[in-house]
């Protein structure tokens, strides 16, 4: 199982830009899906999350200005970013909770996608 994140680049603020992480391999069961982000001497954190059944969750830095998304049929989850800040700039990395055919749920992550935010 491997999540691949993709969609990063560079931004100027009040920008826009959509993350997306797709899950593959023998993959049973997603549950929760999740990004998190890291900028240089920070711990990574967390960014939004999205249920299977679509409930959301935001940090307050990002709430109405980020948007979580799920397309349960593709294993594929999204990131729609506006109004980027300076501040938002990161690794951005993917989270998921998986059941592979033979096991338990898991926790995977994605390589991380950079996001810069500059004029």
């Known amino acids: 199982v491997q999540l691949q994140a993709s969609g990063g680049g560079l931004v100027q603020p009040g920008g826009s830009l959509t993350l997306s992480c797709a899950a593959s391999?023998?993959?049973?069961?997603?549950?929760?899906m999740g990004w998190y982000h890291q900028a240089p001497g920070n711990p990574r954190e967390l960014v939004a999350t999205?249920?299977?059944?679509?409930?959301?969750n935001y940090a307050d830095s990002v709430k109405a200005r980020f948007t979580i998304s799920r397309d349960n049929a593709k294993n594929t989850m999204y990131l729609q970013m506006n109004n980027l800040k300076p501040e938002d700039a990161a690794v951005y990395y993917c989270?998921?909770?998986?059941?592979?055919?033979?096991?338990?749920?898991?926790?995977?992550w994605g390589q991380g996608t950079l996001v810069t935010v500059s004029s």
């Open positions: 391999g023998p993959i049973r069961v997603i549950n929760v």
């Open positions: 989270h998921a909770q998986i059941m592979a055919h033979w096991g338990p749920f898991r926790d995977y």
């Open positions: 999205i249920s299977d059944d679509g409930v959301t």
